[in-house]
């Protein structure tokens, strides 16, 4: 019998595993391609899965709040049926409605000796949770008591990893220096305790590696804007009455971005250990922030490849999907460069952290008009003009004070040098 492997896929770089959030299928249901199977979440985005080929859905190894690492087979489809057959028996209900799994079914995948083990907790436990506890001889009673990060404090298999790795070791704090003291937070009456969500969880986490992994360095430079302010305010009118969209200044950012990065190749890289790899493409991410106060990041794809137009279109249409929650696996995966804009909230500088595994990130600040000293053919004026900071947060591993500030001072330079007579 001819059979296909649906996987759990990847949502993005440096997720391991997914939480399925809902089945719309059950097993024997008959699909057909593109049909909707299941509805994962990752820590940055939530996705439909489509069914890549018609047939029988003979086994779901996996159940609805399952978490579940990336490549593991979710689901088995028998591919001995043909299309035909598929679209007669795919009906409406299963197409539209959440499908759940039979109880008895439920009853039948789980090995019995892990349905004795458990059945004492009340907690929800995923199988790749339970394998590892029954592997590692931990019992029910210790993972009851075992500090979850999952959603509503679910226990994770990192938990449970976390746990084994500090087992049988003492929790006495080591010896302090003469004149430190230990850190402790004290909490209050009044204080509230706010726990963070999956999302933030997962960029606190992140941030941290990022730290440990690479030396950061930060350069500034100020750049006069000028040209380019008078430039767009010439132009975004009639940009927004010809595309239905905005022209805004991160759209130059990037393309001023993307053409240093052409310039200098070696900060469009990732290091593995003592290998520096060098990316081909030009993908550049664009921090946006959420209404719930998290951020994401969609991943503009070759961005050197596109007019100013262009980049403008996509950028927004990118923005408006990450907003909206509707980003799919390939808008956050392949990034090879990251721009956040700090002017978006007034401020005018900020010393980011890189976003692994890449070598830098643009922090853009605030646009301000204010005095400058102008030479001109009769000496030196002082006049208003639009200037900004930019400052560049690259790993010291491999790019050294003088390729990031020259990389930095080149990106200020496409932006001083802005055209003002150019066409859109």
């Known amino acids: 019998m001819p059979t296909f492997d649906i996987l759990a896929p990847k949502l993005g770089e440096s997720i391991l595993e997914v939480t399925i959030t809902k089945w719309f299928v059950k097993e024997n249901d008959i699909v057909k391609e593109d049909d909707m199977l299941f509805e994962v979440a990752s820590d940055k985005v939530d ?61 039948q995948d789980i090995p019995k000796e892990k349905k004795s083990e458990f059945s004492s907790s009340n907690l929800f436990y995923s199988p790749l949770v339970k394998s590892i506890a029954k592997a590692e001889k931990i019992s029910i009673e210790v993972l009851d008591k075992i500090k979850g990060s999952g959603k509503n404090g679910r226990v994770r298999k990192q938990d449970v990893l976390t746990y084994i790795e500090n087992r049988g070791k003492t929790t006495e704090s080591p010896p302090l220096k003469e004149g430190h003291k230990p850190m402790e937070v004290i909490v209050a009456r009044e204080d509230k305790i706010v726990e963070m969500d999956r999302v933030r969880r997962i960029i606190a986490d992140h941030m941290v590696m990022s730290k440990k992994v ?122 090879t460069f990251t721009i956040t804009n700090f002017g978006t909230f007034r401020n005018i500088i900020g010393t980011p952290i890189i976003n692994q595994p890449q070598v830098a990130i643009l922090a853009t600040g605030s646009i301000e008009k204010k005095p400058a000293v102008v030479e001109t053919s009769h000496g030196d004026v002082i ?13 010291h591993r491999i790019i050294d004070g003088m390729l990031g500030g020259q990389f930095l001072k080149r990106i200020a330079i496409y932006l001083e040098d802005f055209d003002v007579n150019r066409t859109i």
């Open 214 to 335: 690479s030396p950061h360095v930060t350069s500034v430079v100020e750049a006069d804007v000028t040209n380019l302010v008078n430039w767009r305010n010439k132009h975004k009118d009639a940009f927004y009455q010809r595309e239905k969209t905005k022209l805004t200044f991160t759209h130059m950012f990037v393309e001023a971005t993307a053409k240093s990065l052409c310039d200098f190749p070696l900060v469009n890289s990732s290091v593995d250990g003592y290998k520096i790899i060098m990316k081909k493409d030009i993908n550049i991410g664009m921090a946006v922030a959420l209404p719930t106060g998290n951020l994401i990041v969609p991943i503009l794809k070759k961005a050197d490849q596109k007019n100013l137009s262009g980049l403008a279109i996509n950028i927004n249409e990118l923005v408006d999907k990450a907003r909206a929650n509707k980003l799919q696996a390939d808008d956050l995966q392949g990034g």
């Open 47 to 107: 996705s439909e899965i489509p069914s890549p080929v018609a047939g029988k859905i003979i086994k779901l190894n996996y159940r609805e709040e399952d978490v579940v690492p990336v490549g593991e087979v979710v689901a088995i489809i028998d591919l001995n049926i043909n299309e035909s057959s598929a679209n007669e028996k795919k009906t409406k209900e299963t197409q539209i409605e959440i499908a759940t799994l039979d109880t008895s079914k439920e009853t």
């Open 383 to 395: 006049l208003p003009r639009h200037k900004m900071y930019l400052s560049l947060t690259y790993d």
